[in-house]
């Protein structure tokens, strides 16, 4: 099961360089996502949302891969790999494995303007090392939902919201 961790900044690219400091932990695999999601909302308001990855286009490489392997072991690649390619896109057009949308643009539209939101999709982390590189990222925000309870959720909370005091 997955959680949700919101960190929101005033700036517009507090909750991009936060993402950016946190793919270390992602690459150990301290921190593991199912799907990491930005939300801005300008200066004049306007809410665009960003992810790292286009989840249907995704779909489409996979199964065209997918179909050109099983198709050449039936000796018709070209087939299978336009088999999978349709597959793929019928697949990604309907599943979103991560955040929902709606609910991302309702955090968006609640952002000060000039505003940034990082949503990440907690499949299992470390949580010392999450608070470890959140102390060492020099951008204070402020904690909207965390997968932590009591006394971690607390030190979160100061971490991001107050400085960095260890």
């Known amino acids: 099961m997955s959680d949700l961790l919101i960190i929101t900044f005033e700036t517009s690219d507090g909750a991009f360089e936060l993402d950016a400091h946190l793919r270390g932990i992602r690459r150990l695999q301290k921190l593991e996502t199912q799907d990491i999601k930005l939300a801005t909302r300008d200066e004049t308001g306007a809410v665009e949302l960003h992810g790292p990855a286009d989840v249907p286009t995704m779909q489409v490489v996979g199964g065209t891969i997918w179909g050109l392997v099983l198709g050449a072991a039936f000796l018709v690649p070209v087939a299978g790999a336009v088999a999978g390619a349709a597959t793929g896109a019928v697949v990604g057009q309907f599943r979103d494995p991560g955040v929902d949308s709606t609910f991302l643009k309702e955090i968006a ?37 965390s997968p932590l309870d009591g006394e971690e959720e607390d030190r979160l909370r100061g971490l991001i919201q107050t400085g960095k005091t260890e």
């Open 109 to 145: 539209e609640s952002l000060p303007k000039g505003g940034s939101a990082l949503c990440l999709l907690v499949r299992d982390m470390d949580t010392d090392a999450l608070l470890e590189e959140i102390a060492a990222f020099p951008e204070n925000g402020h904690l909207i939902q």
